[in-house]
């Protein structure tokens, strides 16, 4: 096993580029420290920005600042430091008092901004999002549209969509205009 290239895509995980090529660092104790107390730091930051409990939080900055301290004077990495990032590990995955009980779960969600990032990143068209937006506005006039049908009026529509009935006012007209312009075009050919 080249120890040399994990340690690199290691790092590259949360540094990218930036740590292209320290494969050849991690033979040099001094240099594989410093780019080893890096990921904890931001850990340390992801973890403070979490949305979790109280407790979760302390033991999760708990175990990183106990990784930090034994990454500091560590020649080789020590069985210490191993347990304590399988206890980290388990932690972030939710399992907590020392019984086995998973008291936390995990959630995960994209913002838009993540979720354009990672279509570019996957190889997909950048104007993708564009498309998705320009679907997702249709998808929302179509719902409206069957929420009024239905016989709801706008402020319950603004309701079911968690947003407000200005704004389900809006979509409406919208689609009003567009109907209108298709129809106009339609007629003058």
Same mark, same amino acid.
């Given at each position: ?17 930036? $740590? =292209?090529?320290? $494969?050849?660092? @991690? ?10 107390? %890096? ?10 920005? /979490?949305? +979790? +409990?109280?407790? &979760? ?11 930090? %301290? /034994?990454? %500091? ?6 069985? @210490?430091?191993? =347990?304590?990032?399988?206890? !980290? ?6 399992y907590d008092f020392l019984r086995g009980s998973r008291c936390h779960t995990v959630t =995960? &969600?994209? +913002?838009?901004?993540? &979720?354009? #990032?990672?279509?570019?990143l996957n190889g997909g068209d950048p104007m993708q999002i564009y498309y998705d937006q320009?679907?997702?506005? $249709? ?5 409206? @549209?069957? !929420?009024?049908?239905?016989? !709801? ?9 968690? +947003? #407000?009935? =200005? ?6 007209? #919208?689609?009003? !205009?567009?109907? #209108?312009?298709? %129809?106009?075009?339609?007629? @003058?050919?």
């Open positions: 096993m080249d120890t040399g290239m994990e340690f690199e895509v290691a790092m590259r995980l949360l540094f990218g580029e930036k $740590a =292209y090529h320290i $494969a050849g660092s @991690e033979l040099n104790p001094a240099s594989r420290r410093e780019w080893l107390q %890096k990921p904890v730091r931001k850990l340390l930051r992801v973890v403070n920005d /979490l949305d +979790t +409990t109280p407790r &979760h939080k302390q033991v999760l900055m708990s175990e990183l600042e106990a990784v930090s %301290k /034994l990454l %500091k004077g560590a020649e080789d990495p020590s069985w @210490e430091l191993v =347990y304590r990032l399988l206890r !980290l590990i388990m932690q972030l995955l939710g =995960y &969600h994209q +913002t838009p901004e993540q &979720h354009r #990032t990672s279509v570019v320009k679907n997702a506005v $249709a998808v929302r006039q179509q719902v409206i @549209e069957r !929420l009024k049908r239905e016989g !709801l009026d706008d402020f319950k529509i603004s309701l079911v969509l968690n +947003t #407000t009935e =200005y704004e389900v006012k809006q979509v409406r007209a #919208t689609r009003l !205009l567009q109907r #209108t312009r298709r %129809k106009r075009r339609a007629s @003058e050919r």
